[in-house]
Structures are given as structure tokens and as C-alpha cells.
């Protein structure tokens, strides 16, 4: 399994709803508002990188009000 966090930039005021919406995807584990210059931290699970890529462009990337999303794989040193 792979994991990630996903910083999410919004539209202004669209962080809640984001979050919301984001959170009924298979394969978040979380997903909250904070502040600072992302809008949204989400947790990811999936597979494998592919797995995860599409997780974040095809379904995380389609929610409206989303401007930009950096994914950040976690990694075992």
C-alpha cells in the first residue's frame, strides 16, 4: 500500500465543502480544513503509485472548487 498527503488549494470559501466532498472518496482516510497556503490536507491510501495518481486526477482533481492539489507519497526511511 502507498500513502500520501494531498495539499488542496480552493476557490475562497469553497475549503468546507471541498473537504466535505473529498471525504466520501474510497481511499481517503481523511480530510480537513486548515489554514496557511493549502486549504485542505487529505490522507490517502491506494495500492500502488498508479493507483494513487488516479485516485488524486480522476477523482480528487474532479470536485469543483479545487484550484490545485500537491501530492505528497509518505515514505519508510
Do not use: W
Request: with cysteine; net charge negative.
Amino acid at each position: 500500500m502507498v500513502q500520501a498527503f494531498v495539499l488542496i488549494q480552493t476557490e475562497v470559501g469553497k475549503a468546507a465543502n471541498v473537504a466535505e466532498q473529498v471525504r466520501t472518496i474510497q481511499g481517503v482516510e481523511s480530510a480537513d480544513d486548515v489554514t496557511g497556503p493549502y486549504d485542505v490536507i487529505v490522507k490517502a491510501e491506494a495500492a500502488d503509485v498508479d493507483a494513487l495518481g488516479k485516485l488524486v486526477v480522476s477523482k480528487i482533481q474532479s470536485i469543483e472548487g479545487i484550484t490545485r492539489t500537491l501530492t505528497c507519497p509518505v515514505v519508510h526511511l
